[in-house]
């Protein structure tokens, strides 16, 4: 079957699947202004750091667009002056609505990188315009096909790494969250290593974690591995140690700004098991030295609380969702940040679209030179 798609563009509209309402309900949304993008990703409708990253830069394209077509020309394009101060607060408040998303960073300075190098050149407005609306098509669509280098690049390394002796059965790796289509622009960046393997006939099994609260894994992977036809195993997220005790796992494979990494980690090291981390360049942040400065989103406590579904009733699946709360009303002391910090030390190796970091022996931080 075709794999999910987060974004859709076709005949001047930029759509997105909301995600919310996933695996039961597919509804694509009609995003028609910044603003709009702004909210998707604030709310969650669109999560997914590669995927954030290419709603907003396609919001911008589209804005710039309906602008040089309209009727009456806007102010903001009688002048490259007035250009610049009209597109430079409109990606300050993209970025504002997930700061922590390193994607939608890189992609925000991607775009103000643009609009100040064609002001440097002396452009004029209308060429202005053009190479900004190219520059967040770019972004958007360079994203598919370097997650199928790193997929490459990741599956590869494991299969090296394990050995043709442990891997003759096919493989087993567990990952966490959601970093497929869903969350990119396609194909995906961990779970994008799990469908290489299955698409090159190395995999066995794949399984991910329900992740709580949002339960990106139990709506949203499970969603992906079962349009795919990928063979696969739900758990809940307390239950990683005992799959570790009592099932053979080659490796746990995750993205970055997931949420329940941290803890798979220390269970992989305990056991032995390769813990893979698989990102976009774009991901990398070389201005933060260490997990201790990377700033930590905490999302309403309320969101901890709920649960949406679909209703379900003598065994049958009703159309119709509902959100209802599980725990007592009033409930106070919610811990909820948006993600963890996995330490390098626990990291096995790191991989990007330009290949694979592995720690040297004895260290516990990585040289990525050589892939980023």
Same mark, same amino acid.
């Given at each position: 079957?075709?794999? $999910?798609?987060? =974004?859709?563009?076709?005949?001047?509209?930029?759509?997105?699947?909301?995600?919310?309402?996933?695996?039961?309900?597919?509804?694509?949304?009609?995003?028609?202004?910044?603003?709009?993008?702004?909210?998707?990703?604030?709310?969650?409708? =669109?999560? %997914?750091?590669?995927?954030? +990253?290419?709603?907003?830069?396609? /919001?911008?394209?589209?804005?710039?667009?309906?602008?040089?077509?309209?009727?009456?020309?806007?102010?903001?394009?009688?002048?490259?002056?007035?250009?610049?101060?009209?597109?430079?607060?409109?990606?300050?408040?993209?970025?504002?609505?997930?700061?922590? +998303?390193?994607?939608?960073?890189?992609?925000?300075?991607?775009?103000?990188?643009? $609009?100040?190098?064609?002001?440097? @050149?002396?452009?004029?407005?209308? @060429?202005?315009?053009?190479?900004?609306?190219?520059?967040?098509?770019?972004?958007?669509?360079?994203?598919?096909?370097?997650?199928?280098?790193?997929?490459?690049?990741?599956?590869?390394?494991?299969? &090296?790494?394990?050995?043709?002796?442990?891997? +003759?059965?096919?493989?087993? *790796?567990?990952? *966490?969250?959601?970093? %497929?289509?869903?969350?990119? &622009?396609?194909?995906?960046?961990?779970?994008?290593?799990?469908?290489?393997?299955?698409?090159?006939?190395? $995999?066995?099994?794949?399984?991910?974690?329900?992740?709580?609260?949002?339960?990106?894994?139990?709506?949203?992977?499970?969603?992906?591995?079962?349009?795919?036809?990928?063979?696969?195993?739900?758990?809940?997220?307390?239950?990683?140690? /005992?799959?570790?005790?009592?099932?053979?796992?080659?490796?746990?494979?995750?993205?970055?700004?997931?949420?329940?990494?941290?803890?798979?980690? *220390?269970?992989?090291?305990?056991?032995?098991?390769?813990?893979?981390?698989?990102?976009?360049?774009?991901?990398?942040?070389?201005?933060?030295?260490?997990?201790?400065? =990377?700033?930590?989103?905490?999302?309403?406590?309320?969101?901890?609380?709920?649960?949406?579904?679909?209703?379900?009733?003598?065994?049958?699946? @009703?159309?119709?969702?509902?959100?209802?709360?599980?725990?007592?009303?009033?409930?106070?002391?919610?811990?909820?940040?948006?993600?963890?910090?996995?330490?390098?030390?626990?990291?096995?190796?790191?991989?990007?679209?330009?290949?694979?970091?592995?720690?040297?022996?004895?260290?516990?931080?990585?040289?990525?030179?050589?892939?980023?």
């Amino acid at each position: 079957m075709a794999p $999910l798609t987060s =974004i859709r563009t076709s005949h001047g509209k930029l759509e997105i699947v909301n995600q919310l309402l996933l695996p039961h309900v597919t509804e694509f949304i009609h995003v028609k202004s910044v603003e709009e993008a702004h909210d998707a990703i604030k709310s969650m409708k =669109i999560r %997914g750091a590669p995927a954030i +990253a290419s709603l907003a830069s396609l /919001s911008l394209s589209y804005y710039l667009t309906e602008a040089l077509a309209a009727s009456h020309q806007p102010a903001f394009l009688a002048s490259p002056e007035a250009l610049k101060a009209h597109v430079e607060p409109i990606l300050n408040f993209l970025f504002t609505a997930r700061p922590t +998303a390193v994607n939608l960073g890189a992609a925000t300075r991607r775009l103000r990188n643009t $609009l100040t190098s064609s002001l440097t @050149s002396g452009g004029d407005v209308q @060429s202005i315009v053009k190479a900004l609306i190219a520059e967040g098509h770019l972004i958007a669509d360079e994203d598919v096909g370097r997650n199928k280098e790193m997929s490459k690049w990741g599956g590869d390394w494991l299969l &090296s790494h394990v050995g043709p002796d442990k891997s +003759a059965g096919g493989l087993n *790796v567990m990952t *966490v969250c959601n970093t %497929g289509s869903l969350a990119t &622009s396609g194909y995906g960046t961990a779970l994008g290593l799990i469908t290489y393997l299955h698409e090159t006939g190395k $995999l066995n099994k794949a399984y991910y974690t329900q992740t709580t609260p949002y339960h990106q894994g139990s709506r949203l992977t499970a969603l992906e591995l079962q349009t795919l036809e990928i063979p696969s195993v739900m758990l809940c997220d307390t239950m990683v140690g /005992s799959l570790f005790q009592h099932h053979d796992i080659h490796a746990v494979a995750v993205g970055a700004d997931r949420i329940g990494t941290y803890n798979a980690a *220390v269970l992989a090291a305990r056991h032995g098991i390769p813990f893979i981390v698989v990102a976009p360049i774009s991901t990398v942040d070389l201005d933060v030295a260490d997990g201790s400065r =990377i700033p930590i989103e905490q999302r309403p406590p309320l969101e901890a609380c709920l649960v949406r579904g679909a209703l379900y009733d003598a065994g049958k699946t @009703s159309d119709e969702q509902a959100v209802v709360m599980i725990t007592p009303p009033g409930l106070e002391g919610i811990y909820n940040p948006s993600f963890d910090v996995t330490p390098a030390e626990l990291i096995t190796a790191i991989v990007t679209e330009k290949g694979v970091a592995i720690r040297k022996e004895g260290e516990k931080t990585f040289d990525l030179s050589s892939i980023v």
